[in-house]
């Protein structure tokens, strides 16, 4: 069974860089898309941006010029790095895989198995 | 302001059926899989539902999935107390190329 674990600060000042890692276990990094969404206190879910085992990326536009994921796969993990945080960054963050299901058609991305998330608080 | 769109709120009585919906646009819901996400307070989300009308081992069958067009909608039939929870719809956009979620939806077992 997959397991993913996010660690990393739970406290980050305002304008500082927020870093997290998603360290997966019971599985290989490899072959799969590798996510990051967070969910802001009472808010909803947001897609922060994912990384294929071989380094490419796509991010959400609107924490494009802010956000940087990077993958290791000799350790089995992925980390992000939010910049410049504010108050608006407050979050619980996942890490999450995304799976590729292919019909007779077309393939589809979807997220299988979620860490259990970590609470981040920017406050000075 | 979440990309697809669902009401904040909905309840029932124990034992009544309830539907949550879900409504998107072409590049997301009309042109991809919908899954349906339980989040109790406090831990992750849950997968409930998958590629529209799929359950997980595991999941009851008062749980069920559907879509049409840009569109789609959880029912919960024979409402019990544990359902409450908030809801989450998701699917893949394809002018986002990222996933995308709806709101959420507190539901409330009167």
């Known amino acids: 069974q997959v397991q993913l674990q996010e660690s990393g600060p739970g406290l980050v000042k305002p304008s500082e860089t927020l870093s997290l890692t998603c360290t997966v276990s019971?599985?290989?990094?490899?072959?799969?898309?590798w996510s990051w969404i967070r969910q802001p206190p009472g808010k909803g879910l947001e897609w922060i941006g994912y990384?294929?085992?071989?380094?490419?990326?796509n991010y959400n536009p609107s924490l494009k010029s802010r956000v940087t994921i990077s993958v290791d796969t000799s350790k089995n993990q992925f980390s992000l790095k939010l910049s410049s945080v504010t108050a608006a960054d407050t979050a619980v963050y996942y890490c999450?895989?995304?799976?590729?299901?292919?019909?007779?058609?077309?393939?589809?991305?979807?997220?299988?198995?979620w860490g259990q998330g970590t609470l981040v608080t920017v406050s000075s | 302001q979440s990309v697809l769109t669902q009401p904040p709120s909905a309840s029932g009585t124990p034992g009544q059926r309830v539907t949550i919906s879900c409504s998107g646009s072409?590049?997301?819901?009309?042109?991809?899989?919908v899954y349906w996400y339980q989040q109790l307070p406090g831990t992750a989300p849950k997968l409930l539902i998958y590629?529209?009308?799929q359950r997980p081992s595991g999941v009851p069958d008062r749980f069920s999935g559907s879509k049409s067009g840009t569109s789609a909608s959880l029912a919960i039939s024979g409402l019990r107390s544990e359902d409450e929870a908030d809801y989450y719809c998701?699917?893949?956009?394809?002018?986002?190329?990222?996933?995308?979620f709806g709101g959420g939806t507190k539901l409330t077992v009167l």
């Open positions: 999450a895989r995304e799976g590729v299901y292919c019909s007779s058609t077309s393939c589809y991305r979807e997220v299988d198995y």
């Open positions: 019971g599985g290989s990094i490899s072959s799969y898309y």
């Open positions: 990384i294929y085992y071989s380094g490419s990326t």
């Open positions: 072409s590049s997301n819901i009309g042109s991809n899989y």
């Open positions: 590629r529209n009308n």
């Open positions: 998701a699917a893949w956009d394809d002018s986002l190329s990222g996933q995308v």
